[in-house]
């Protein structure tokens, strides 16, 4: 990801304000990209373990919203609010993420995801405007942890989407093969 500076000259991220988390998913990349930009999909699996999501507005396309609560194990709700920024189905999507519209500590993401032959290798690197912002992520939020099962619930969804899909396709109602 780059960025620009003020001075008009860009500037890569310092890894002190980054987060990199990736994983392989058992699905043509079609199906991983639209499990990760439909809404419908997306209240299925988003967050990390023992979370939930309520989405208020859904939108997905460049400068659309997604404005959701995502409701803690503890029963902590947290107000959230992404932006899409960039669109390339099914390769690469780029966001803004934060508390609100107005958030000065909203984050950036780019999602990559990658063609491993009959699997996707998703890539999402996160960059914070500081340091202190960052580590407040990882120490506080579990941010690396959080992501690591996000995209772990990611993974099995799509596995039940997949494995539903080929259900259907071998049976017939009554159970023989078609």
């Known amino acids: 990801m780059t960025t620009t500076s003020s001075g008009g000259e860009s500037e890569h991220p310092s890894p002190d304000r980054e ?19 439909q809404v419908r999909h997306l209240s299925r699996w988003w967050g990390p373990e023992g979370f939930s ?21 503890d029963g902590t709700d947290y107000q959230e609010w992404i932006t899409w920024r ?24 780019v999602l990559a995801f990658e063609p491993v032959g009959d699997e996707t290798r998703i890539v999402m690197r996160t960059v914070f405007p500081t340091k202190e912002l960052r580590d407040e992520a990882v120490e506080k939020y579990h941010a690396i942890e959080g992501g690591e099962q996000t995209l772990g619930n990611l993974a099995a969804y799509v596995a039940e989407l997949t494995q539903n899909d080929t259900g259907r396709n071998e049976t017939t109602p009554n159970g023989a093969k078609s």
Not at 56 to 73: A, K, L, N, Y
């Open 19 to 37: 987060i990199v988390i990736s994983r392989t998913i058992s699905a043509p990349r079609e199906l991983v990209f639209e499990a990760y930009t």
């Open 53 to 73: 999501t309520t989405t208020r507005s859904f939108e997905f396309r460049v400068g659309g919203i997604w404005d959701f609560v995502m409701h803690g194990p």
């Open 86 to 109: 960039e669109i390339v189905p099914p390769e690469r999507i780029a966001l803004l993420h934060g508390e609100s519209r107005d958030d000065p500590n909203a984050f950036e993401s």
